[in-house]
């Protein structure tokens, strides 16, 4: 924030972001029980607990679920980049080689 005075609207001059104390930037009156949320979410749930869901969806992108195997790889490799030009396969061609990928994951002993 800048040493200059707030404007008469309370925001700061250079960013536009509300100054503190300022009533008309509040944030989000519901962020209290979203925090609330995720922190139940958190204590009831274990690493174990997580680490049986991962392999029901590495199980069921085995068996052809692409949605399941999307969630696998988006989660372990990350989301695709953005388009590079290159031919783009068809989305049945993508999901019978990830499928395949996890498949040779397992065998090799990875999962």
Known sequence: ????????????????????????????????????????????????????????????????DVAAAKVVFERTAGRPLEETGEQKPADNDLADALIAAARRVRELGGA
């Open 1 to 64: 924030m800048s040493d200059e005075t707030p404007s008469p609207d309370g925001r700061d001059p250079d960013t536009g972001r509300f100054g503190l104390g300022n009533k008309s930037g509040k944030g989000n009156p519901f962020m209290s029980r979203v925090v609330a949320y995720r922190k139940a979410i958190w204590d009831a749930i274990s690493n174990d607990d997580v680490a049986r869901l991962a392999k029901k969806m590495l199980l069921l992108g085995e068996a052809g």
